[in-house]
């Protein structure tokens, strides 16, 4: 499901792979002067256990919602074009990319600053959950990624 802002960007959940050139191009603008990403990935040990995969279940609709609702608090406190973020649900392998966030703007101070924000805010606030599977069980870790 794609809901997009009244301009530009886009806030996505999807079980397919996550494209981060797909995501950047999401926040292109002739007047951004940077583009600054975050692109989380699934790492092969957490809380000294070793990680077979995760899982994310998420409140469709209601965490593409608060994705753009981030998204518009953030731009009223920096000077920015666009902000994109893509999510996965459902099963996500060791080094596969489970988040991406693009966010252009007229420059680099505001954009990773911005990107820094957008992630922070949306491992509080989004409802995405995830399970965390391991050798010899699984884990639900909460809300967030």
Do not use: N
């Amino acid at each position: 499901m794609l809901i997009p802002p009244v301009s530009g960007g886009a806030f996505r959940l999807t079980e397919d792979p996550v494209d981060l050139a797909a995501v950047v191009s999401e926040t292109a603008d002739d007047q951004a002067g940077a583009i600054a990403t975050f692109q989380g990935t699934v790492r092969a040990r957490s809380r000294g256990r070793g990680v077979i995969a995760l899982e994310y279940e998420a409140y469709s609709g209601m965490a593409e919602q608060v994705m753009a609702e981030i998204a518009a608090e953030v731009k009223e406190r920096y000077d920015l074009r666009e902000i994109a973020i893509t999510h996965r649900t459902g099963r996500v392998e060791i080094g596969e990319t489970s988040v991406a966030i693009a966010v252009s703007a007229p420059h680099r101070q505001d954009a990773i600053a911005a990107c820094r924000d957008v992630i922070d805010a949306l491992k509080e606030r989004v409802p995405l959950w995830k399970k965390e599977l391991y050798e010899g069980g699984e884990e639900w870790i909460g809300r967030g990624s």
